[in-house]
């Protein structure tokens, strides 16, 4: 009763922040599913290629591309109508990308190439590939657009690309298996999680040398089970919520202290997760549970977990098209 | 302006380190089994060292760090010495695919005093116990790991009542005997056993033979199979008197590695193995891989490539390998076994991975499978 009066509430609050949706790749369903922010359901469902994983939206919303990483393709879908509008060269296998702040080049990890490709969203054509290390998956860009990240799984190392010359020009050590990396405080710091090292390091941005090591630890879990996979950054990089993978946890951590704060239980598998508009609202992506559970950012709490698709991995956020 | 300083940084940092790998493998007689449905592949293990090479070349290549390997076969009947004694005047390192006799014949060489040598083909306990030696690691699991993983799957499900059809090669006897300690360690019982002793040839009549040999085990809940070599296990299956699973050398295995696993990234491991050698990664294959990549690992971390200096760094907390398995992989420093993750699978899907849950362990849930401290007899690593 009372966690049902609390989603009133909340419901209450954020419908009068701007409405909005989270897109959702299943993995294994080849769809996405579109949430509302404000009812927290699933309003549509749409067809993808294969194997859907990284989404991102254009700066102006009116693009959604999405990774089909068994057609080898990134998707460019029309996100009112869930039409493909066409496909861009991607390489293979493609898992993650980021979109510079162009609006224009997507960064895109070749998983089973060991390479980063380039591409021109307007020409749709490759305008570089990097020779990056085995298994690249995380990838981040600089707010000012001139470094871009890839993380490589297998190498364990951040490589750091310099967009100008697409070459790259750092490459540094982390431990087991990165999956992801984000650029914080503008940019002067650049996150990356390292899912079986079961930490995140933090790097200076402007040296590329190590700044923090950040650690898990949570209570009745195994810390070989605690693996830190996706993480993105309350309103003001505040504090960064990291999901631990098959701890079914996600970390609260102080992004000034680097320490944890929090843990909060989510569904099993949790992998990756955007906010709403305001980022009063977090939404977590549950692998294995095959859920989305959302949680309530001031609390801290999770307040509701919506079904959707098999194997759900990526989540970007749009706000509804008036 | 970014791209100087950086570089400066790094080549400054890293000076040139190479590492040499010896590939040694002795063939072993393989027994002649019924079924022609399995061919071994001509390159089993050597085919993951060569994807775990490649591995350590791309990360090296960003750390001024380079590898190379040598391979030597050593045919039946040749003598298994004189190639050891070649590749180690080349190097230290050596990932060696033989039976256990074969291996401590080259672990006991005075040249291999100095080395620090790979087992990725023999499961044997004695080679993580009494027969341990100080410059050998195992990457290979243990038959005591993959029957205890087995039992674990048992226990979970109540399948307590059981019987066992042991062959009669080597391998199978020792599968049988890992199995009862297995049995033992977790409180399970074996009923009857039975040994196979048919001769004829099962694809014509394991129909008629199979039913009857198997009528007198009574009811049982599950039937396991001790037939390492693959001789006449596969016919078993769907064939017993009494309509119960088949467990062990056939049916629900415990592997160290199998073409089903697709979670924790495994799926890309495969694809790339089999986009270089056009077929799927065996468990050897992955033995082998675990081996050339523990070195990667120790190289990539320490940026050394002398010997106390990886071995040292191999056995400490330090080290982990990301495998593929959901967590990271260390050795055991009182035998030199790599703990690892046990799937217990079919051939179309994962079932299991063992440890499951419920099975603790006071420092790692990895050691509730094989032989763990106060079990291993080892004294070289003391």
């Known amino acids: ?322 | 302006m970014l791209t100087a300083s950086a570089l400066a940084l790094s080549s400054a940092a890293l000076a040139d380190t190479a590492l040499t790998i010896g590939y040694l493998q002795i063939e072993q007689e393989r027994p002649p089994t019924l079924s022609n449905l399995d061919p071994l592949p001509k390159d089993n293990g050597l085919a993951g060292a060569q994807t775990a090479l490649d591995d350590n070349l791309t990360t090296g290549k960003f750390l001024g760090q380079s590898y190379e390997m040598i391979t030597e076969v050593v045919s039946l009947g040749d003598d298994p010495a004189a190639a050891a004694r070649g590749l180690l005047e080349k190097t230290p390192f050596l990932v060696l695919d033989a039976d256990a006799a074969a291996l401590l014949d080259v672990a006991d060489m005075p040249e291999a005093q100095d080395a620090l040598i790979f087992n990725t083909a023999a499961g044997d306990l004695s080679l993580r116990s009494e027969s341990c030696r100080v410059n050998l690691l195992h990457t290979a699991a243990s038959d005591a790991m993959r029957t205890d993983a087995l039992v674990q799957v048992l226990v979970k499900k109540r399948w307590s009542d059981l019987v066992m059809i042991t062959g009669t090669h080597a391998v199978d006897l020792s599968y049988a005997e890992a199995m009862r300690r297995s049995l033992n360690k977790f409180g399970l019982k074996l009923g009857a056993e039975k040994e196979w002793v048919f001769d004829a040839d099962m694809r014509r009549n394991a129909a008629q033979e199979v039913p009857l040999f198997t009528q007198d085990f009574g009811d049982y809940d599950a039937l396991i199979i001790a037939d390492e070599v693959h001789d006449f296990g596969r016919y078993v299956l769907y064939n017993t008197w009494e309509a119960r699973p088949v467990i062990g050398s056939e049916g629900l295995s415990a592997v160290n590695w199998s073409p089903v696993i697709e979670q924790w990234g495994a799926a890309q491991l495969h694809s790339r193995f089999e986009e270089a050698h056009g077929r799927s990664m065996t468990a050897q294959d992955y033995a082998a891989w675990a081996a050339v990549r523990t070195m990667g690992e120790a190289m990539t971390r320490t940026n050394a490539s002398d010997l106390p200096t990886l071995r040292d760094y191999i056995l400490s907390e330090k080290f982990e390998l990301a495998g593929f398995k959901g967590r990271p992989l260390t050795y055991r420093d009182w035998n030199g076994q790599l703990r690892q993750p046990i799937a217990i699978a079919h051939p179309r899907a994962l079932v299991a991975q063992a440890p499951l849950e419920g099975f603790l362990h006071q420092f790692n849930e990895l050691d509730s499978l094989g032989l763990d401290r106060p079990e291993s007899k080892c004294e070289a690593f003391k």
């Open chain 1, 1 to 322: 009763m009372r966690i049902l009066s609390t989603v009133a509430a909340l419901l209450a609050s954020t419908s009068l922040a701007s409405a909005g949706e989270i897109w959702v790749t299943n993995e294994k369903d080849d769809t996405v599913s579109v949430i509302s922010t404000e009812t927290l359901e699933v309003i549509k469902t749409y067809e993808t290629g294969e194997r859907p994983r990284g989404i991102l939206f254009s700066k102006d919303f009116s693009r959604v591309y999405i990774c089909a990483s068994d057609s080898n393709a990134v998707q460019v879908m029309d996100p009112n109508t869930g039409k493909i509008l066409n496909d861009l060269p991607s390489g293979d296998d493609p898992e993650q990308f980021v979109l510079h702040p162009n609006d224009r080049h997507l960064y895109i990890a070749n998983e089973d190439d060991a390479i980063t490709t380039v591409v021109d969203t307007e020409s749709r054509k490759v305008i570089a590939q990097i020779d990056v290390g085995v298994e690249p998956e995380g990838m981040a860009v600089s707010p000012d657009g001139k470094i871009a990240i890839t993380t490589s799984e297998t190498t364990n190392m951040a490589h750091w690309i310099d967009t100008e010359t697409q070459k790259l020009f750092a490459n540094t050590l982390v431990d087991s298996r990165p999956r992801h990396a984000e650029f914080v405080k503008e940019g002067t710091e650049m996150w990356v999680s390292s899912e079986i090292g079961g930490t995140i390091t933090v790097f200076d941005a402007s040296n590329q040398a190590e700044k923090a090591k950040i650690s898990f630890e949570v209570q009745g879990v195994h810390p070989d089970r605690v693996q830190p996979v996706g993480f993105e950054f309350a309103a003001g990089d505040t504090h960064a919520f990291v999901a631990l993978g098959p701890s079914n946890h996600v970390a609260v951590v102080n992004a000034d202290t680097y320490e944890v704060e929090d843990y909060i239980l989510v569904g099993r598998r949790v992998w990756h997760m955007d906010f709403n508009e305001d980022r009063s609202l977090l939404f977590t992506t549950n692998g294995v549970s095959g859920d989305v559970t959302v949680i309530d950012v001031a609390s801290r709490k999770a307040i509701k977990t919506i079904k959707v698709g098999r194997f759900p991995w990526g989540a970007a956020y749009r706000p509804s098209p008036t």
